[in-house]
């Protein structure tokens, strides 16, 4: 009852400090709860003619005439139907089981007689900056927020808290902005707060704290999540919102980046990076999936974070029909889809900027020497010549291109294309023969061509399926026959491939042959391992970081030619056995995408030419790019015997460059797809053309941009005439610092959507954000520089009872710290965090069945860290949708399918387990019980500073009595049996801790995991 | 709030007079009740697990749910079609494949006959292959709905549209909802658990357990059914039972302490949880132990203790709701039959058959299956069309055949049709949306009124769809 009255409270104050009824905040969120799902915007659920979504409607009335009279609320139908005694006639229905409460009828009979004043929902108006209020207790102000929060206070009659003491802001501020407790070192060192702030601030830590708040927004996940979960390497987005949010960089060109940085004027690889965000989606990769189906599922999920995340709308309802609350129409929805719908789903070669500079350093070196070989004697530039000019006196070959139709259910699906290539997309697997069919017309082949092409869906382009856009083809068998029902083999001869792998073993890590990963007899090499009969060996282009992602075409030829008395039917088997054994792990080796032809006569060296050498031999010199008559040139010197000295050492240089990283970004379709709404969603039932727009209740387009083009979608949604943007970043901004947003529903600030507790504070954090130049650290500067922000968090019985929400925000804020924050706690305190920042994601332990059949769908790789990298902060945890690290899963972590702006924040039995139980809250016990059994001072003194190290305090006389006899009876009472096996269990693998008696240790153990298992310990108090 | 049968714990009291004697410390003024219970007040102190009464009096108070990954074949296990047997390698009619997608094969692979002798199993005759004896022998407390079917033809999506009630990811699962709206009746085992068997894990994931946007406390919790039964139950290696109580005493007396100086009650929140941490620690061990069953009782099921088998996990869902637990889910995925159907088929039966009819004829002779739902099926059937050779079928959303047993519906009975190939449900067709609507209202709700708000709307778990299947009900 004390919740509901508090409520009332806070729902009536505003009548307190206004005179007049406020439409927007008082009288549309009763109608929009409670007439809205049959007197709302949706017009195929309208019933009675009758809309109370729009002033012209409502005062217009239904079929049944006019609902309100303004000025006189007892001839409006509207008072007397939602105060009826008749079932029949009272509304809501019964049925709804929503009749009105007294105080909202009051407060529409006032609204009606102060002359019914319409005015648009609050947060679709642009925020004005309020005038700061007027306050008594004037010294406690430390900036506008405090006047906004105090002003709301004295209204209520309450004063604000006492400050907190230094300590207790010291913690607070270093878990708020930095997300980890501070050191003793910087405990004593303790400065004023204002420079601390600054200093935790501009830490690199502040990028990992805030950044994991938007990565959550962004649905940030390590795997790609359905059936498959495959592992995605898409760790450079995570590394670029962490320093993107170091960096400071303006919230609207962090979100525009985000959205369309590939369209941006030249693009860098950080702004095409940026563009993760869009391809945090999940994709399906289960045998059978459609790829159209999920790519249309994927810009759905997209739109819905965007809409969470950026317009505080959940615009999801609008992808079947008309929002029911919310003034987003059908056909609007699919209006910003357009914006999407020429997403293509690509990725790029990510280089770290170290692997940058060494990939330019030796680029630039071989191109310098295959300059000084071309410049040493004009022998080689005639030499160079007359070889072109002799590939270019020869004939083209005509080759007849087969179109492939596929056989078989394996579940793969072959996407054919214009040019009659076809691409594997969807389910890759990873062993395993394609059968394909084709006709032709033709007199007699005498040759047959496979192109093993590029695409902008294949791993850093292809032409393969492997993490390196790789490929191997483990046997080429075409065959061919007169009569479809007598195909015959044909003698296939004369393999030629235009790049050739050195004869390899096949590497057992990527391509295990099951899960052990031993090295097996497979082999990769030259073309002739295509057609040796032989299905362990393979042809692959794989050959350096540089080239692997080049094109590459083979040949084959027939001794006899093929005679077919004109129409011809060919069966294609695409053998494939190079893939490791688990079709659920990136362990593919599949070519991605493939063409292939036959012809009448034999090939000739300019058919065997890499396509990007051929590209370019038939190009006028003049119009050669230096980077294509680099490689045409270099080419040709591959090919002569005289240069196998600096050919050897140039390949030494290729073979230094590093791998990079398959990155999945977004990138624009060269052909633009077409929209078409889909009825109820369905993506079945495509109806009409919707070009792009953007919804008619929010602000127009930035005039003077491309009206359609996704960049100008970008910057939209983060125009300064937006009336959601700053509002709902600072919001959620708050709703960290606080626990609450000032509106609680921060995903949503729509009609459904609360009140916010302060809407005036609201509105001057938004304008201020804007007029910063949309500044986050300001505003972080800003809040944590607030009276309101350092007040203790001591909770009186009278404020626990008043307001347990802490929504009038009479004291600081204290509540759990996130998931992540818990495990860093226990690793900073204890001091195991190997705080560096960025690169791949880890594998801390975790046990290992979680990662197996039957608790994971297949198999997942889950090589537990035996260094330093176990102690990462939690952020970098590898994070899989389908079995998520089960300790920060407890702790409320989201598994990242969905966008998610507000997590739950609950206390479990589970979480007490984990703290309790778990191998890394152990081991970071141990480690405490180290620096416990190593600090100087007598066992009081050394547990006290342990104790600050949890918590930061000192513990009181009480508190340390107790740790301290805990420690002699646990002493007293050491079995060193037990104690042998725990550290022998637990022991970090950073630390050697057999030299610390085992009676010691164990006791010392027992009062560190008292110490990390404290409320106060992962608290922000 | 923490429940009252904690409070006598004798275990747990003995180790805290030794906290407070031989440290000589006391926990003050405040009595341990009125620590634990005596902020009734605040929202944030109320237990989200305590029993809670639904919209109607119930005919179920539990459910196990036998969710069989993979999707069955309707068609060889449960539909005998004489008409498909008779077109054995025929092309299927081109009328029933218009606008039809399907997954792996091409829509026109030739028609493939039931695989399995049937026969007619209990009074009522009801028909299933006599691959399944045991099940059979249950049918007189069976209602056998033939004519289930769905959206998805997926796994992971279909899967999550039976879970959740939404192809999209991120909504409360149908366990999770149950325990939203029930509670639990046991405060030392979670209110949801799951547990896992057979060739793979679920296709979903773990969003077919998730709470979604409820409250985390509604998340279906792990059991494994060897090893520790519950991640991170067991205490650490080297710490003994009295050591870990002897921490969690001093864990909570500190904060008791923190307590009374700040005033927060989410404190005692987590003091209580602690204390029940530690009693799951004791009971949990306890229940998921069947080796602690007579031998005639695992025999029945056919399980073996220490084995990870399906049977083992069905007698472990008896010894679960018998102690409370509002809902266990089972997934055991292996039916997903694109080949080998006849010889997969044959082991599955052989690994569900028994342990699901030892499930139902044990809870009966307990007197619990009046009041425990049993569901058994999978998230779509399988082609009447081959894929491959001659043994194997792809997924198919039009048709399934799902059952129920217990809590509230009729035994004995048969619900729906299919077509004469088992291509389409044709008779009292029953939707995803249409079973969900009817398990929510064998417990007692209103599909329609249980809702939770979030992201500016009332979320339901029937979503805008759903009609109780009012003939299967007693």
Redesign the interface.
């Given at each position: 009852m004390?919740?509901t009255r508090t409520a009332a409270l806070l729902l009536l104050l505003p009548t307190a400090l206004r005179a007049e009824v406020d439409f927007a905040t008082q009288i549309q969120p009763i109608l929009s709860q409670n007439c809205y799902a049959c007197h709302g915007p949706d017009d195929s659920a309208l019933e009675g003619g009758l809309r109370l979504d729009t002033q012209e409607r409502a005062l217009k009335g239904g079929d049944g005439g006019k609902v309100i009279v303004p000025g006189d609320p007892d001839a409006s139908e509207l008072i007397k139907r939602v105060t009826h005694s008749d079932p029949d006639e009272i509304m809501p229905p019964p049925v709804k089981?929503k009749a009105l409460p007294p105080e909202q009828v009051a407060l529409l009979k006032q609204w009606i007689a102060e002359g019914a004043k319409w005015g648009t929902h609050w947060a679709f108006t642009a925020p004005q900056r309020p005038p700061v209020p007027q306050v008594k207790k004037r010294e406690w102000v430390k900036n506008p927020i405090d006047a906004f929060v105090l002003a709301r206070l004295e209204a209520q009659g309450l004063s604000p808290a006492e400050p907190a003491d230094a300590t207790t802001l010291l913690r607070r501020l270093s878990l708020d902005l930095i997300g980890l407790p501070p050191t003793l070192e910087e405990i004593s060192a303790m400065k004023s707060p204002e420079l601390e702030i600054e200093r935790l601030i501009s830490s690199p830590h502040f990028g990992e704290r805030w950044g994991r708040e938007w990565l959550d927004a962004a649905r940030y996940s390590d795997s790609a999540?359905?059936?498959k979960?495959l592992a995605r390497m898409h760790h450079f987005y995570r590394d670029w919102v962490v320093d993107a949010t170091n960096a400071n960089m303006p919230y609207d060109a962090f979100v525009i980046k985000q959205i369309a940085g590939d369209l941006l004027p030249d693009a860098t690889q950080d702004d095409r990076i940026a563009t993760g965000f869009l391809r945090n989606s999940?994709t399906?990769e289960?045998?059978?999936?459609?790829p159209e189906q999920f790519r249309i599922?994927g810009i759905?999920?997209r739109i819905d974070a965007i809409g969470?995340s950026v317009l505080g709308l959940?615009a999801?309802?609008a992808q079947c029909h008309t929002h029911?609350?919310?003034p987003l129409t059908h056909e609007e929805y699919y209006g910003m889809y357009a914006f999407l719908n020429g997403i293509e789903e690509t990725s790029l070669a990510a280089h770290t900027p170290a692997e940058r500079q060494t990939t330019d350093r030796l680029l630039a070196e071989i191109s310098i020497r295959e300059t000084q070989l071309r410049q040493s004697s004009p022998e080689i530039e005639k030499d160079y010549l007359s070889w072109q000019q002799q590939l270019l006196a020869l004939p083209r070959t005509e080759w007849h291109t087969l179109e492939l139709y596929q056989l078989g259910?394996?579940?793969q699906k072959y996407w054919p294309q214009p040019d009659r290539s076809i691409i594997n997309m969807g389910y890759a697997n990873t062993r395993g023969t394609e059968v394909f069919t084709s006709s032709l017309e033709i007199p007699q082949i005498r040759a047959a061509r496979v192109e093993v092409m590029n695409d902008p869906y294949l791993p850093m382009n292809g032409p393969g399926r492997s993490t390196r856009g790789t490929a191997a083809l483990s046997e080429f068998v075409l065959r061919a026959g007169a009569d479809p029902e007598k195909i015959e083999p044909l003698k296939w001869t004369n393999p030629v491939a235009s790049v050739n792998a050195a004869e390899t073993p096949l590497d057992h890590m990527r391509f295990p042959n099951d899960g052990n990963r031993k090295p097996d007899d497979r082999k990769i090499g030259p073309a002739a391992f295509a057609l040796d009969g032989n299905e362990k060996t393979a042809w692959s282009n794989e050959r350096d970081a540089a080239r692997n992602n080049d094109p590459a075409v083979l040949t084959f030829e027939l001794a006899e030619p093929f005679a077919t008395g004109g129409k011809v039917h060919f069966k294609y088997n695409l053998v494939q056995r190079h893939g490791g054994y688990n079709s659920d792990e990136n362990q593919t080796f599949n070519l991605g995408r493939l063409r292939l032809s036959v012809s009448a006569t034999a090939p000739n060296a300019l058919d065997q030419l890499p396509p990007l050498v051929l590209e370019t031999l038939l190009l006028e010199p003049a119009k050669r790019t230096p980077q294509q008559e680099q490689r045409l040139f270099a080419h040709w010197r591959e090919t002569q015997p005289r240069f196998a000295e600096i050919t050897k050492q140039i390949e030494t240089l290729y073979a230094q460059v590093p791998q990079p990283t398959w990155a999945l970004v977004a990138a624009e379709t060269k052909q633009p797809r077409e929209t078409r709404l889909f009825e109820r969603g369905d993506q079945?039932q495509p109806k009409h053309i919707v070009k792009p727009r953007v919804p008619a209740f929010l602000h127009p387009l930035p005039a003077g941009e491309n009206p359609e083009s996704r960049l100008t979608f970008a910057k939209w949604l983060v125009d300064p005439k937006s009336p959601v943007a700053a509002r709902v970043m600072v919001n959620r901004i708050w709703q960290a610092y606080f626990g609450i947003g000032l509106l609680e529903?921060s995903?949503?600030f729509?009609?459904?959507?609360a009140r916010p507790s302060h809407p005036e504070l609201l509105d001057w954090l938004a304008c201020e954000f804007m007029s910063s130049g949309w500044d986050r650290k300001h505003m972080h500067r800003l809040i944590v520089g607030s009276a309101t922000y350092r007040q203790s968090?001591?909770?009186?019985?009278e404020l626990?009872?008043m307001d347990?929400?802490n929504r009038l925000l009479a004291r600081g804020p204290?509540?759990?710290v996130p998931a992540e924050t818990v495990r860093d706690i226990q690793l900073a305190a204890s001091g195991l965090l190997h705080p560096v920042l960025g690169g791949r994601s880890v594998f801390p332990p975790a046990?290992a069945?979680l990662f197996q059949?039957?608790?994971?769908?297949?198999p997942k790789t889950w090589d537990v860290e035996t260094d330093a990298q176990r102690y990462r902060r939690a952020l970098y945890t590898f994070r899989f949708?389908?079995?998520?690290y089960?300790m920060l899963?407890t702790f409320?972590a989201p598994?990242g399918?969905?966008s998610c702006v507000r997590r739950?924040l609950?206390?479990?039995?589970?979480?007490?387990?984990?703290t309790?139980?778990?191998q890394v809250s152990?081991e970071a016990a141990l480690a405490l019980a180290h620096r416990i059994l190593t600090d100087s001072g007598t066992p009081r003194e050394t547990i006290s500073r342990a104790f600050q190290r949890c918590t930061a305090r000192l513990p009181d006389a009480?508190?340390l009595?107790?740790?301290e006899?805990?420690y002699q009876?646990?002493l007293a009472e050491a079995?060193v049996a037990?104690?042998?096996?725990?550290?022998?269990?637990?022991q970090p693998v950073t630390l050697d801790l057999t030299k610390h008696p085992l009676p010691q240790l164990?006791a010392a153990t027992?009062v560190a995991?008292?110490l990390l298992?404290?409320?106060?310990t992962i608290?922000k108090? | 709030m923490i429940p009252p049968s904690l409070l006598h714990d004798t275990q747990r009291s003995f180790s805290r007079r030794w906290f407070m004697k031989?440290?000589?410390?006391s926990l003050g003024s405040v009595a341990l009740t009125s620590m634990l219970g005596g902020?009734s007040?605040?929202?944030?102190t109320i237990n989200p697990q305590s029993p809670k009464a639904p919209h109607f009096p119930a005919k179920a108070k539990n459910v196990i749910f036998l969710f069989m990954g993979g999707a069955p074949s309707h068609i060889d296990l449960f539909d005998q079609k004489p008409e498909l047997i008779k077109m054995d390698g025929k092309n299927p009619p081109a009328e029933l494949l218009k606008?039809y997608?399907?997954?792996?094969?091409?829509p026109e692979?030739k028609l493939l006959g039931g695989k399995f002798p049937f026969k007619k199993f209990g009074k009522c005759g009801m028909e299933m292959a006599e691959l399944l004896p045991h099940i059979g022998s249950c049918a007189d407390d069976i209602s056998l709905i033939r004519s289930m079917h769905t959206d998805a033809?997926?796994?992971?999506?279909a899967q999550i549209l039976m879970s959740t009630g939404s192809q999209?990811?991120?909504r409360p699962s149908l366990g999770s909802w149950v325990s939203y709206g029930l509670g639990s009746e046991n405060q030392n085992l979670?209110a949801f658990v799951v547990m896992?068997?057979?060739?793979?894990?679920?296709?979903?994931?773990?969003?077919n357990w998730?709470?979604g946007?409820?409250?985390?406390?509604h998340?279906g919790?792990?059991f494994?059914s060897i090893?520790?039964p519950?991640?991170?139950?067991?205490?650490?290696?080297?710490?003994?039972r009295q050591?870990?109580r002897?921490?969690?005493d001093?864990?909570n007396?500190?904060?008791h302490?923190?307590f009374e100086?700040?005033?927060?009650?989410?404190?005692n929140?987590?003091?209580a949880?602690?204390e029940?941490?530690?009693r799951?620690?004791d009971v949990a061990p306890e229940v998921t132990d069947i080796s602690l069953e007579p031998e005639h009782v695992q025999k029945m099921y056919g399980a073996q203790p220490g084995k990870?088998s399906f049977a083992n996990n069905c007698l472990l869902a008896r010894r679960l709701i018998e102690r409370g637990v509002r809902f266990v889910e089972l997934?055991h995925?292996s039916w997903d039959q694109?080949g080998n159907l006849v010889g997969d088929l044959k082991k599955n039966c052989r690994d569900v058959d028994q342990a699901c009819a030892a499930l139902i004829t044990d809870l009966k002779q307990r007197g619990l299956l009046d009041e425990t739902l049993i569901i058994w099926g999978g998230e779509f059937g399988r082609t009447p069309m081959v894929?491959?050779g001659a043994d194997?079928r792809?997924?198919h959303p039009n048709a399934f055949t799902m059952w129920l047993a217990g809590g509230g519906v009729k035994g004995g009975f048969e619900l729906g049709k299919t077509d004469e190939l088992g291509f389409n449900a044709v008779e009292d067709r029953v939707h995803v949306h249409d079973l969900n609507a009817t398990i929510l209202h064998l417990l007692g709700f209103d599909h329609i009124?249980l809702t939770y708000r979030a992201?500016?709307?009332d979320f339901r778990l029937t979503d805008v769809h759903g009609h109780v299947v009012k003939k299967i009900l007693t």
């Amino acid at each position: 009852m004390r919740i509901t009255r508090t409520a009332a409270l806070l729902l009536l104050l505003p009548t307190a400090l206004r005179a007049e009824v406020d439409f927007a905040t008082q009288i549309q969120p009763i109608l929009s709860q409670n007439c809205y799902a049959c007197h709302g915007p949706d017009d195929s659920a309208l019933e009675g003619g009758l809309r109370l979504d729009t002033q012209e409607r409502a005062l217009k009335g239904g079929d049944g005439g006019k609902v309100i009279v303004p000025g006189d609320p007892d001839a409006s139908e509207l008072i007397k139907r939602v105060t009826h005694s008749d079932p029949d006639e009272i509304m809501p229905p019964p049925v709804k089981k929503k009749a009105l409460p007294p105080e909202q009828v009051a407060l529409l009979k006032q609204w009606i007689a102060e002359g019914a004043k319409w005015g648009t929902h609050w947060a679709f108006t642009a925020p004005q900056r309020p005038p700061v209020p007027q306050v008594k207790k004037r010294e406690w102000v430390k900036n506008p927020i405090d006047a906004f929060v105090l002003a709301r206070l004295e209204a209520q009659g309450l004063s604000p808290a006492e400050p907190a003491d230094a300590t207790t802001l010291l913690r607070r501020l270093s878990l708020d902005l930095i997300g980890l407790p501070p050191t003793l070192e910087e405990i004593s060192a303790m400065k004023s707060p204002e420079l601390e702030i600054e200093r935790l601030i501009s830490s690199p830590h502040f990028g990992e704290r805030w950044g994991r708040e938007w990565l959550d927004a962004a649905r940030y996940s390590d795997s790609a999540g359905y059936e498959k979960d495959l592992a995605r390497m898409h760790h450079f987005y995570r590394d670029w919102v962490v320093d993107a949010t170091n960096a400071n960089m303006p919230y609207d060109a962090f979100v525009i980046k985000q959205i369309a940085g590939d369209l941006l004027p030249d693009a860098t690889q950080d702004d095409r990076i940026a563009t993760g965000f869009l391809r945090n989606s999940m994709t399906n990769e289960e045998g059978g999936a459609k790829p159209e189906q999920f790519r249309i599922e994927g810009i759905f999920d997209r739109i819905d974070a965007i809409g969470k995340s950026v317009l505080g709308l959940t615009a999801q309802c609008a992808q079947c029909h008309t929002h029911k609350y919310d003034p987003l129409t059908h056909e609007e929805y699919y209006g910003m889809y357009a914006f999407l719908n020429g997403i293509e789903e690509t990725s790029l070669a990510a280089h770290t900027p170290a692997e940058r500079q060494t990939t330019d350093r030796l680029l630039a070196e071989i191109s310098i020497r295959e300059t000084q070989l071309r410049q040493s004697s004009p022998e080689i530039e005639k030499d160079y010549l007359s070889w072109q000019q002799q590939l270019l006196a020869l004939p083209r070959t005509e080759w007849h291109t087969l179109e492939l139709y596929q056989l078989g259910d394996s579940g793969q699906k072959y996407w054919p294309q214009p040019d009659r290539s076809i691409i594997n997309m969807g389910y890759a697997n990873t062993r395993g023969t394609e059968v394909f069919t084709s006709s032709l017309e033709i007199p007699q082949i005498r040759a047959a061509r496979v192109e093993v092409m590029n695409d902008p869906y294949l791993p850093m382009n292809g032409p393969g399926r492997s993490t390196r856009g790789t490929a191997a083809l483990s046997e080429f068998v075409l065959r061919a026959g007169a009569d479809p029902e007598k195909i015959e083999p044909l003698k296939w001869t004369n393999p030629v491939a235009s790049v050739n792998a050195a004869e390899t073993p096949l590497d057992h890590m990527r391509f295990p042959n099951d899960g052990n990963r031993k090295p097996d007899d497979r082999k990769i090499g030259p073309a002739a391992f295509a057609l040796d009969g032989n299905e362990k060996t393979a042809w692959s282009n794989e050959r350096d970081a540089a080239r692997n992602n080049d094109p590459a075409v083979l040949t084959f030829e027939l001794a006899e030619p093929f005679a077919t008395g004109g129409k011809v039917h060919f069966k294609y088997n695409l053998v494939q056995r190079h893939g490791g054994y688990n079709s659920d792990e990136n362990q593919t080796f599949n070519l991605g995408r493939l063409r292939l032809s036959v012809s009448a006569t034999a090939p000739n060296a300019l058919d065997q030419l890499p396509p990007l050498v051929l590209e370019t031999l038939l190009l006028e010199p003049a119009k050669r790019t230096p980077q294509q008559e680099q490689r045409l040139f270099a080419h040709w010197r591959e090919t002569q015997p005289r240069f196998a000295e600096i050919t050897k050492q140039i390949e030494t240089l290729y073979a230094q460059v590093p791998q990079p990283t398959w990155a999945l970004v977004a990138a624009e379709t060269k052909q633009p797809r077409e929209t078409r709404l889909f009825e109820r969603g369905d993506q079945t039932q495509p109806k009409h053309i919707v070009k792009p727009r953007v919804p008619a209740f929010l602000h127009p387009l930035p005039a003077g941009e491309n009206p359609e083009s996704r960049l100008t979608f970008a910057k939209w949604l983060v125009d300064p005439k937006s009336p959601v943007a700053a509002r709902v970043m600072v919001n959620r901004i708050w709703q960290a610092y606080f626990g609450i947003g000032l509106l609680e529903t921060s995903e949503d600030f729509g009609h459904q959507a609360a009140r916010p507790s302060h809407p005036e504070l609201l509105d001057w954090l938004a304008c201020e954000f804007m007029s910063s130049g949309w500044d986050r650290k300001h505003m972080h500067r800003l809040i944590v520089g607030s009276a309101t922000y350092r007040q203790s968090s001591r909770l009186t019985s009278e404020l626990r009872e008043m307001d347990p929400q802490n929504r009038l925000l009479a004291r600081g804020p204290r509540f759990r710290v996130p998931a992540e924050t818990v495990r860093d706690i226990q690793l900073a305190a204890s001091g195991l965090l190997h705080p560096v920042l960025g690169g791949r994601s880890v594998f801390p332990p975790a046990p290992a069945y979680l990662f197996q059949r039957p608790v994971s769908y297949g198999p997942k790789t889950w090589d537990v860290e035996t260094d330093a990298q176990r102690y990462r902060r939690a952020l970098y945890t590898f994070r899989f949708r389908s079995v998520p690290y089960p300790m920060l899963t407890t702790f409320d972590a989201p598994n990242g399918s969905v966008s998610c702006v507000r997590r739950t924040l609950s206390t479990t039995p589970l979480q007490a387990l984990v703290t309790l139980n778990e191998q890394v809250s152990l081991e970071a016990a141990l480690a405490l019980a180290h620096r416990i059994l190593t600090d100087s001072g007598t066992p009081r003194e050394t547990i006290s500073r342990a104790f600050q190290r949890c918590t930061a305090r000192l513990p009181d006389a009480e508190e340390l009595d107790a740790l301290e006899k805990l420690y002699q009876s646990a002493l007293a009472e050491a079995d060193v049996a037990n104690a042998q096996i725990l550290l022998q269990t637990y022991q970090p693998v950073t630390l050697d801790l057999t030299k610390h008696p085992l009676p010691q240790l164990s006791a010392a153990t027992t009062v560190a995991r008292v110490l990390l298992n404290l409320d106060e310990t992962i608290t922000k108090n | 709030m923490i429940p009252p049968s904690l409070l006598h714990d004798t275990q747990r009291s003995f180790s805290r007079r030794w906290f407070m004697k031989d440290c000589g410390l006391s926990l003050g003024s405040v009595a341990l009740t009125s620590m634990l219970g005596g902020q009734s007040a605040s929202a944030a102190t109320i237990n989200p697990q305590s029993p809670k009464a639904p919209h109607f009096p119930a005919k179920a108070k539990n459910v196990i749910f036998l969710f069989m990954g993979g999707a069955p074949s309707h068609i060889d296990l449960f539909d005998q079609k004489p008409e498909l047997i008779k077109m054995d390698g025929k092309n299927p009619p081109a009328e029933l494949l218009k606008g039809y997608r399907s997954a792996f094969i091409r829509p026109e692979n030739k028609l493939l006959g039931g695989k399995f002798p049937f026969k007619k199993f209990g009074k009522c005759g009801m028909e299933m292959a006599e691959l399944l004896p045991h099940i059979g022998s249950c049918a007189d407390d069976i209602s056998l709905i033939r004519s289930m079917h769905t959206d998805a033809f997926n796994h992971a999506p279909a899967q999550i549209l039976m879970s959740t009630g939404s192809q999209q990811f991120g909504r409360p699962s149908l366990g999770s909802w149950v325990s939203y709206g029930l509670g639990s009746e046991n405060q030392n085992l979670p209110a949801f658990v799951v547990m896992s068997s057979g060739f793979k894990g679920p296709s979903g994931g773990n969003s077919n357990w998730a709470s979604g946007f409820l409250p985390s406390v509604h998340d279906g919790v792990s059991f494994n059914s060897i090893g520790e039964p519950v991640l991170y139950l067991s205490n650490p290696k080297g710490i003994t039972r009295q050591q870990q109580r002897q921490t969690i005493d001093a864990v909570n007396f500190l904060n008791h302490k923190r307590f009374e100086s700040i005033g927060d009650p989410e404190i005692n929140t987590r003091i209580a949880a602690f204390e029940m941490a530690f009693r799951m620690q004791d009971v949990a061990p306890e229940v998921t132990d069947i080796s602690l069953e007579p031998e005639h009782v695992q025999k029945m099921y056919g399980a073996q203790p220490g084995k990870r088998s399906f049977a083992n996990n069905c007698l472990l869902a008896r010894r679960l709701i018998e102690r409370g637990v509002r809902f266990v889910e089972l997934f055991h995925e292996s039916w997903d039959q694109h080949g080998n159907l006849v010889g997969d088929l044959k082991k599955n039966c052989r690994d569900v058959d028994q342990a699901c009819a030892a499930l139902i004829t044990d809870l009966k002779q307990r007197g619990l299956l009046d009041e425990t739902l049993i569901i058994w099926g999978g998230e779509f059937g399988r082609t009447p069309m081959v894929q491959g050779g001659a043994d194997g079928r792809d997924h198919h959303p039009n048709a399934f055949t799902m059952w129920l047993a217990g809590g509230g519906v009729k035994g004995g009975f048969e619900l729906g049709k299919t077509d004469e190939l088992g291509f389409n449900a044709v008779e009292d067709r029953v939707h995803v949306h249409d079973l969900n609507a009817t398990i929510l209202h064998l417990l007692g709700f209103d599909h329609i009124q249980l809702t939770y708000r979030a992201q500016g709307r009332d979320f339901r778990l029937t979503d805008v769809h759903g009609h109780v299947v009012k003939k299967i009900l007693t």
